[in-house]
């Protein structure tokens, strides 16, 4: 059983943390096709931030203290942060142009 904590944490912990950099760095280099990508932009960083934090914290409880299960939790809860911080910060800050 622990060996499958482990495993499941290590590859959530991956891929929160593949996840969050794309974004991150997407936001921060990423071509701005019009005036209005700054506002965009800084909605993507704090989000990502935000996710770090939580990262941190699962690498803190899982690998440090190996509490597999809570780290775990807390990885997908930092993608599911920083998804929830990035589509309500673009709905609220960005220019929606509803259909």
């Known amino acids: 059983m622990e060996f499958l904590a482990k495993a499941a944490y290590y ?5 929160s943390g593949l996840v969050l950099t794309f974004f991150f760095l997407a936001s921060l280099f990423g071509p ?10 800084a909605v993507i960083v704090v989000a990502g931030a935000a996710g770090y934090g939580l990262l941190y914290l699962a690498v ?8 597999w ?9 930092a993608l ?6 990035m589509i309500f910060g ?10």
């Open 90 to 99: 673009l709905l609220v800050f960005g220019k929606v142009h509803w259909q």
């Open 32 to 41: 701005r096709l019009d005036g209005s990508g700054l506002r965009e932009s």
């Open 60 to 67: 803190r409880f899982g690998h440090r203290q190996h509490r």
């Open 69 to 77: 299960l809570t780290g775990l939790a807390l990885a997908l809860a």
């Open 80 to 85: 599911a942060t920083a998804g929830t911080l």
């Open 11 to 15: 590859a959530g912990t991956v891929v």
